[in-house]
C-alpha cells in the first residue's frame, strides 16, 4: 500500500524563513503552525493583527522554542500590501518560503480599498504585488519557494472575463470565487515559467501550488443560501482545516516537489485525502491567457516583477 503522506513527513525546517498569509486562522493558521512546530520562524501576515498576536501564542503554546511573529498585511489594500513588503525588508534578509494562502470567498458585491472587486483584488491582485515586491528576499535563497493557494472552484463556472474583471456589470459571487481561483493558478504557472527562465543549477526559487480539497473552515460562513444545505453534509464529504492544509505543506516542504507542480487530496474529486500532485483545469493551462492575465495584473497593480 502506498504511503499516506502526512504531517509527520514535514521534514526539519531549522533556519528556514516562512511568510504566511492569512495564517491566523484555518489553513493557514494550520500551516503556519505545522512549519513552526519543524523549526521555521514563521511570520503570520494578517489583516487584523491582533488575531494575528492570538494565533501566535496558540502556536508557541505547542512549540515553546518556535519564532513568531506578525506583521499587518491587508491583500485588500496595494498601500498596505506596499508598507508590509517595506517592513519584511527591514526585518529579515531573505525568505525561503512565501505561502500565498489569504483569501474570502463568496462575499456579497463588495470591493477592495482601490476598488476592485473583492474576491479578485484579495484573493488574485494583491498576492500577485505582493509576491513581486518580496519576490527579491527569495530569489538567491536554495531551494526556496512560493506557494500558491488554489481551489477546486477554479473548475466551477470559471474564466477570466477580461471585459469585465470587476463585476461591474452583473454580480455572481460563485462565478467571482471561481475566476479569482483560476487566476492563482493561471499566476502560478506563469511565475514558474519565469523562475526558470532565471535559475541556473536546478536549485533556485520555484513556484508551487495547492488546494484544500473541502476544508471545513472559516470561508464557508459566506455560503450562498442554495449551498447551505451541504454544511449538514460536510464531515461526509469534507475534511477539517489540518488535513486540508496537509496539500500546501507538501508543496512548500516536500523535497521531492518540482516547480509547476499542484497538489490536492487523493480522495474522491479530490475533496478531503492525503496529498498527491493532481492536475487542474485544461483553461489553467492556457499560456496565452496566462500571460495576457500577468500583463493586466501589472497594469492593474502598477507592479513590475524583478523576472
Request: without cysteine; charged residues 20%.
Amino acid at each position: 500500500m502506498a504511503h499516506k503522506w502526512t504531517e509527520q513527513d514535514v521534514p526539519a525546517q531549522d533556519g528556514r524563513i516562512a511568510v504566511v498569509t492569512g495564517a491566523n486562522t484555518g489553513l493557514g493558521f494550520e500551516t503556519a503552525r505545522v512549519l513552526a512546530t519543524r523549526g521555521a520562524e514563521v511570520v503570520l501576515a494578517v489583516r487584523d493583527t491582533a488575531k494575528g498576536e492570538d494565533a501566535a501564542r496558540r502556536i508557541t503554546a505547542v512549540a515553546p522554542s518556535a519564532t513568531v511573529r506578525v506583521q499587518r498585511l491587508d491583500l485588500g489594500s496595494l498601500e498596505s500590501v506596499r508598507t508590509a513588503a517595506a517592513e519584511l525588508h527591514e526585518s529579515h534578509p531573505r525568505v525561503d518560503l512565501l505561502i500565498n494562502n489569504a483569501g474570502v470567498m463568496y462575499p456579497p458585491r463588495q470591493t477592495t480599498a482601490d476598488g476592485f472587486e473583492l474576491q479578485f483584488g484579495t484573493n488574485h491582485l494583491g498576492p500577485f504585488a505582493f509576491t513581486a515586491q518580496v519576490l527579491d528576499l527569495l530569489l538567491d535563497v536554495p531551494d526556496s519557494r512560493v506557494v500558491t493557494v488554489a481551489s477546486v472552484a477554479h473548475r466551477i463556472r470559471a474564466a477570466i472575463h477580461f471585459d469585465d474583471l470587476q463585476w461591474d456589470r452583473s454580480y455572481d459571487r460563485i462565478a467571482a470565487y471561481g475566476q479569482s481561483k483560476l487566476a492563482n493558478l493561471m499566476f502560478h504557472y506563469e511565475l514558474q515559467r519565469r523562475l526558470a527562465a532565471r535559475a541556473s543549477g536546478g536549485h533556485g526559487t520555484v513556484a508551487v501550488a495547492a488546494h484544500p480539497g473541502l476544508a471545513d473552515t472559516e470561508l464557508v460562513r459566506n455560503l450562498p443560501k442554495p449551498l447551505r444545505g451541504l454544511q449538514a453534509a460536510a464531515p461526509l464529504v469534507s475534511h477539517d482545516a489540518a488535513h486540508g492544509a496537509l496539500p500546501t505543506l507538501r508543496a512548500a516542504t516536500d523535497p521531492s516537489a518540482l516547480g509547476g507542480q499542484y497538489y490536492g487530496p487523493d480522495g474522491l474529486a479530490e475533496r478531503r485525502g492525503a496529498p498527491r500532485v493532481v492536475t487542474s483545469s485544461e483553461q489553467s493551462y492556457d499560456l496565452e491567457l496566462q500571460r495576457r492575465l500577468w500583463a493586466v495584473s501589472e497594469e492593474l497593480t502598477s507592479t513590475d516583477f524583478p523576472i
